[in-house]
Structure formats: C-alpha cells, structure tokens
C-alpha cells in the first residue's frame, strides 16, 4: 500500500507556543489530506480536509486560525498548532487519498502532541 | 448527517475464539465501506467493501458488506492475541473523499 510519513511522531511544549506537523505522501501525490485529531479511547474525529493549492475545508467547530493548514505540494501538507494549550494535546494524524484508483485513505503513523 | 455505530465497544475473549465484530451505518449516498485495524499508532487498511454480499478475505480475516441492512460485520477466526487493537469501521459517500468513522471496537485477546 501507499506510505504516508508524519513528523514528528511526538512533540512536547510550552503553553503558548505553535508547533507544526508534517505529512508526506511518500511513493504517490496526494491532491487531499486528512487531519485527524483522537482522544485516548476514541475514534478519529476530522478536523480539515487539505486540498492541494487551495485553502482547507475546516469542519465544524474546528477554529482555523488555531489549527493551520498549508498543502503546498502534492506530497506535503502542514499542520500548525498555534498558541498551543493543554486542551490541544491530542494524537494527531493525516492521511491521503490515494485518488480515483480507490476510496482508500492511507494514514500516517501519528504524532502526539503534549502541551505542559 | 452521516452515522456509523460500531458494536460492540470492546470485547474480551481468550485465544483461539472467534469474534464477529458489527458495524450499521445511515449515509445518504453510500459508496463504500472500509475496515481498519488500529493498534499503538494510526490504522492500517484491512478491506473495502463496496457490492453487497462479496466476501473479503485475508487469512484470518474476513469482512462482507449487507447494504440491505446498511451493515456490514468483520469477523476473526482463531483469534490471536496480536489481532488485540481497536476495529475502525468507515463509510465514503459517493461525492467528496472524506470518511465517516465509526466509534471503533476494542477488542482485547487474552492467552
């Protein structure tokens, strides 16, 4: 199957501070990206939907100048964390659909994000 | 608004066991229904199910798609306690690419 990679795969900050989260498409181009964010013993809730060089498609109640996406290219997509609380801490993960070939939807290995 | 309930929520059961783990669903315009296995990190893709009544195998493993019932279930013969990991049910409607997920199933295999 298709290899989708996530960086970091944890990262640990301060109050206040923004981090960001990488997703790569390794062996294939990815027009959609998927961020997904899951609370421990939950299922994964979708934030955005990341559409290569266009703005991403928020769902409701997910604040867009808190969790900022940029798809640049079509193997990468950023997610920036800004002003980052403990409430953010979470597993964060993307995944990309592969394309027409399939309704299949790779995901990365995750990253999680602590917030002290 | 799309809706995918999984049961049961976790399940218990000891090596060598079979397991049936359900998955309903209520989506306007179904177009297929995907199965993942999601152990420490993000899930991997087990199946895609999209013709009524075609099973899908993979050793163990296999998945069948009821969209009469708007259900499908995946069961586990001789349960392993590797197969320990929570079950992911998603649906994809015919427009867009976003999935709807389903609570998930843990299931835990005990020796």
């Known amino acids: 199957g298709a290899v989708v990679s996530q960086h970091p795969s944890w990262v640990i900050c301060k109050s206040g501070t923004s981090v960001k989260i990488e997703c790569r498409s390794l062996?294939?181009?990815?027009?959609?990206m998927f961020w997904y964010r899951q609370f421990p013993k939950q299922s994964l809730m979708l934030m955005a939907t990341s559409n290569e060089g266009s703005k991403a498609t928020y769902e409701q109640g997910v604040e867009k100048d808190k969790f900022l996406i940029n798809h640049a290219s079509l193997t990468l997509s950023t997610l920036t964390v800004t002003s980052a609380h403990p409430e953010d801490s979470s597993f964060y993960i993307c995944?990309?659909?592969?394309?027409?070939?399939?309704?299949?939807?790779?995901f990365g290995p995750g990253t999680r994000l602590t917030v002290l | 608004e799309d809706k995918v309930v999984q049961s049961p929520l976790s399940l218990v059961v000891h090596e060598g066991d079979t397991v049936t783990l359900n998955c309903s669903y209520e989506v306007t315009n179904f177009r297929s229904l995907l199965w993942y296995k999601q152990e420490k990190k993000a899930p991997t893709f087990l199946f895609m199910l999209?013709?009524?009544?075609i099973e899908k195998k993979s050793g163990r493993l296999s998945s069948i798609l009821d969209k009469k019932e708007l259900s499908s279930i995946l069961n586990i013969t001789a349960t392993q306690t590797g197969d320990s990991a929570i079950y992911l049910c998603?649906?994809?409607?015919?427009?867009?690419?976003?999935?709807?997920f389903g609570e998930g199933t843990q299931l835990t295999v005990n020796p």
């Open positions: 995944s990309a659909h592969v394309g027409a070939r399939t309704d299949t939807q790779y």
């Open positions: 062996d294939f181009q990815a027009t959609t």
């Open positions: 999209t013709s009524s009544g």
């Open positions: 998603a649906v994809k409607e015919t427009s867009g690419s976003r999935l709807t």
